[in-house]
């Protein structure tokens, strides 16, 4: 039996390696993933403003929004990039180095391959930092495309100083080297962009767009208040958008998938200026009371917790009451500063401002706490409070990301004037999904409103829950209102392609990838769906133009190993596969491809790496499992193997092909009352399978049912009357049952089989 086992695996790794090869998944856009903004024109050089306001430029280069994205350069390292400057990230299973070379900084990855060594090298240029290095630096990287991503490895100042993680980088599936850098990011971490890349926050993030300012100071003709009136003065402004001109950066309810803002609709990627009511820009969330993220502490939430504060609620204190952004105060220069304004209000309490053992209010009352979101980060909590709770603010924390589910509530504005938004963010990360996609639809019904955006995010809600009819209909609404929708076409084509429909799949996602600039999701999805369709040439074509559009698309990379498996060029195919690894080592879908590919090549051991590989990655990896249990049968592990066969069945037991293989193996090993039982359910699941009854036969017949044996196999020969094991077998009962003529009958058809083996088997059997 293990002959024939060994065999019919063999040939199945041989012959049959499309058939189980993992396919990539069809990618929805995220939310965020916006085309590239314009240079808007109404910005100038920040070094413009220097020439009238040189003081001021001049301290404010020293504060953290001055220093909060810029080049690196000999002249301001922090870090240490020569004795302490590895990482061995355990979780992930990957190693860095950060390294200094003429000049330059790099980060560096590896892993430890099959043969034991260097594996999965890549090597990223730092191009920009971000941060002052108070707190932390992180790092950019700009890619040939022009794609900015983040680089997994951070500095953090703690303890003077140490390499770790980046913030949402420190688990098994964190994105290397993949992250990329959006709109909504830099929003925050620089200056508006004009034609190149700015190098900090500016004036103009909270004086707003400088041209027409520049231009009446420089004619010599404007009058003075006429220069003053062209540029926002935020101290002029009333309390409400004073605040928000802070907001815009620093009021971030969570940095969780909640979501935590939606940018209205028609408004462009950072198209606030300072002045207007941020409500007007965006709309911003929470979640719901009571729900354990009460008092959950993160980077961005010097608003969020400023504004639960008792002083901001009874006052009209706003963030310059504390801060002049225009200067950074450091260390006994800063508290004193504080605590003099602490006692603007609060002379009474504490006349000296230092009430006991030298601590002060911001000690008692605006603790410093480790964050949430960024665990080697400490920071000023802006939730004045009046006791402190005992408890220890510094301790270590481990990064989670619970997701959370229930309510989406309004935060900004507490009662939101558009329906819509609230009702889009129940269903945007899933954390309402259910109550929400109801709330959305009706929501719809009632306003209808223009704007495509609604109709789509109803659309991705749905496909997300598995309804692809329904997701369908509403991209198909979202392309009504705007039938040049780009994100429409690429969710409309990706969700088609789900349900099966290859030839419209394939027609939208041409119309989505005619569009410019080059889109690497679309264009993904566009070779996938070809692939599936039979066409692995255009394939190749579109997923080739992928890779030029962005060579990090690890699902591309996978996809064309797919292809050139299609026409036959194994190490092609290989090349790409291991690509696919290089980019994103936890990629368990081409870990298995490549594993298939290796076994089919006699390469065992390497294959079994591999299959291990894709299981580390995914332990609920069906086809890994699978895979994996079917080599160490040609690897004669075959107690090995039924512990995958036993794992697979278990992820997917409606796989009646997996129910044989496990019975297989069961009776292998001597357990016939086991695989009688997988058959039995292998018939059940399908009744037209033949190889199911033929091995139920088996195992009758090791139990010395031969009766019933007879009857199995009869049952696999009906269903596939050229099945001459069945034939060889049903020859052999019957002989023991002294039924000669008929079992000389299915000897003699069992010797045409193409198997020597088998052959001779028959004709011994008819002599």
């Known amino acids: 039996m293990l002959r024939r086992l060994s065999a019919a695996v063999k040939k199945s790794f041989l012959l049959g390696l499309v058939v189980v090869l993992a396919w990539a998944a069809f990618v929805a856009i995220r939310h965020w993933a916006h085309r590239p903004s314009a240079p808007s024109s109404d910005y100038v050089n920040a070094m413009v403003c220097a020439g009238c306001h040189q003081e001021i430029a001049k301290s404010y280069r020293l504060t953290g929004m001055g220093q909060s994205f810029y080049r690196p350069g000999a002249e301001n390292p922090v870090e240490d990039y020569r004795a302490r400057h590895s990482l061995y990230h355990k979780a992930s299973d990957r190693y860095y180095t950060m390294i200094e070379r003429e000049g330059r900084f790099y980060q560096r990855r590896h892993q430890i391959g099959f043969d034991g060594r260097e594996t999965n090298v890549v090597e990223e240029q730092v191009d920009y930092v971000i941060g002052s290095g108070n707190h932390a630096r992180s790092y950019l990287h700009r890619g040939g495309n022009g794609k900015l991503i983040e680089l997994p490895v951070?500095?953090?100042?703690?303890?003077?100083?140490?390499?770790?993680?980046?913030?949402?980088?420190?688990?098994?599936?964190?994105?290397?080297?993949?992250?990329?850098?959006?709109?909504?990011?830099?929003?925050?971490?620089?200056?508006?962009?004009?034609?190149?890349?700015?190098?900090?926050?500016?004036?103009?993030?909270?004086?707003?767009?400088?041209?027409?300012?520049?231009?009446?100071?420089?004619?010599?003709?404007?009058?003075?208040?006429?220069?003053?009136?062209?540029?926002?003065?935020?101290?002029?402004?009333?309390r409400e958008r004073q605040m928000d001109t802070c907001m815009q950066c620093h009021l971030e309810t969570t940095s969780l998938r909640l979501p935590n803002a939606i940018r209205n609709y028609g408004r462009a990627p950072l198209s606030y200026r300072p002045g207007e009511p941020l409500t007007d820009y965006e709309q911003f969330f929470d979640h719901a009371p009571g729900t354990g993220f009460d008092d959950r502490f993160e980077v961005a939430h010097q608003a969020y917790r400023l504004r639960q504060s008792a002083c901001f609620l009874k006052s009209r204190m706003t963030c310059t009451t504390c801060h002049n952004p225009h200067r950074a105060l450091r260390g006994e220069a800063a508290v004193t500063h504080y605590v003099?304004?602490?006692?603007?209000?609060?002379?009474?309490?504490?006349?000296?401002?230092?009430?006991?053992?030298?601590?002060?209010?911001?000690?008692?009352?605006?603790?410093k706490r480790r964050a949430e979101d960024a665990v080697h980060v400490i920071m000023t909590d802006h939730f004045i409070q009046r006791r402190k709770p005992v408890r220890d603010f510094l301790a270590p924390l481990a990064e989670k990301a619970a997701p959370y589910r229930g309510e989406v509530v309004a935060y900004y504005p507490e009662h939101p004037h558009n329906e819509l938004y609230l009702a889009v963010a129940q269903v945007q990360h899933k954390s309402n999904v259910d109550a929400g996609l109801p709330r959305l639809e009706r929501a719809l019904a009632r306003s209808r409103p223009d704007a495509a955006e609604f109709y789509l995010e109803l659309g991705k809600a749905e496909s997300a829950a598995g309804k692809t009819s329904e997701a369908i209909r509403w991209f198909e609404e979202a392309l009504r209102r705007r039938n040049d929708f780009h994100d429409a076409l690429v969710e409309l084509a990706a969700t088609l392609a789900i349900s099966g429909n290859w030839a419209r799949a394939i027609e939208i996602g041409e119309r989505a990838c005619g569009q410019p600039p080059p889109d690497p999701i679309a264009l993904t999805n566009l070779g996938n769906a070809y692939l599936r369709s039979g066409n692995?040439?255009?394939?190749?074509?579109i997923l080739e133009r992928a890779l030029v559009a962005d060579p990090d698309r690890s699902d591309a990379q996978n996809l064309l190993g797919l292809a050139w498996l299609d026409t036959q060029n194994r190490a092609a195919a290989e090349a790409s596969f291991r690509a696919a690894i290089a980019v994103q080592p936890d990629m368990a879908e081409a870990h298995n491809n490549l594993a298939h590919l290796l076994a089919g090549a006699g390469r065992q051991a390497e294959a079994a790496y591999e299959f291990q590989k894709a299981l580390s990655a995914d332990p609920g990896y069906v086809e890994a499992h699978h895979g994996y249990g079917l080599l160490l049968v040609l690897m004669r592990s075959l107690d090995q193997a039924l512990a995958e066969f036993k794992e697979a069945v278990k992820l997917?037991?409606?796989?009646?092909?997996?129910?044989?293989?496990?019975?297989?193996?069961?009776?292998?090993?001597?357990?016939?009352?086991?695989?009688?039982?997988?058959?039995?359910?292998?018939?059940?699941?399908?009744?037209?399978?033949?190889?199911?009854?033929?091995?139920?036969?088996?195992?009758?017949?090791?139990?010395?049912?031969?009766?019933?044996?007879?009857?199995?196999?009869?049952?696999?020969?009906?269903?596939?009357?050229?099945?001459?094991?069945?034939?060889?077998?049903?020859?052999?009962?019957?002989?023991?049952?002294?039924?000669?003529?008929?079992?000389?009958?299915?000897?003699?058809?069992?010797?045409?089989?193409?198997?020597?083996?088998?052959?001779?088997?028959?004709?011994?059997?008819?002599?």
């Not at 770790?164 to 290397?176: F, H, I, L, R, V």
């Not at 993949?178 to 993030?205: K, M, S, W």
């Not at 692995?536 to 074509?541: E, F, G, K, N, S």
Request: hydrophobic share 35%; aromatic share 6%; glycine share 10%.
């Open 154 to 238: 951070s500095w953090y100042a703690e303890g003077g100083g140490s390499w770790a993680m980046s913030p949402g980088y420190d688990n098994a599936k964190q994105e290397d080297f993949r992250r990329a850098v959006p709109d909504e990011c830099l929003f925050c971490h620089n200056g508006y962009p004009g034609d190149t890349i700015a190098e900090g926050i500016d004036c103009q993030r909270c004086h707003g767009p400088g041209s027409a300012h520049v231009a009446a100071a420089g004619s010599g003709k404007a009058p003075r208040a006429q220069i003053r009136a062209v540029i926002v003065n935020p101290a002029r402004l009333d």
């Open 340 to 367: 003099t304004v602490c006692r603007n209000c609060h002379a009474a309490a504490h006349q000296a401002g230092v009430p006991v053992g030298g601590s002060s209010c911001l000690d008692c009352h605006m603790w």
């Open 536 to 541: 692995p040439d255009r394939a190749r074509q």
């Open 652 to 767: 997917d037991p409606a796989g009646a092909q997996l129910h044989i293989e496990y019975a297989d193996a069961l009776l292998e090993t001597g357990q016939a009352a086991e695989a009688e039982n997988e058959y039995g359910e292998a018939i059940r699941l399908d009744p037209q399978l033949a190889e199911a009854y033929y091995g139920l036969g088996n195992s009758l017949m090791a139990r010395q049912k031969t009766g019933d044996a007879i009857r199995a196999f009869q049952s696999a020969i009906e269903r596939n009357p050229e099945y001459y094991e069945a034939h060889l077998a049903l020859g052999t009962a019957l002989a023991q049952t002294g039924n000669a003529a008929e079992a000389r009958i299915h000897f003699q058809k069992a010797s045409k089989s193409g198997d020597p083996a088998m052959r001779s088997a028959a004709l011994k059997g008819l002599r």
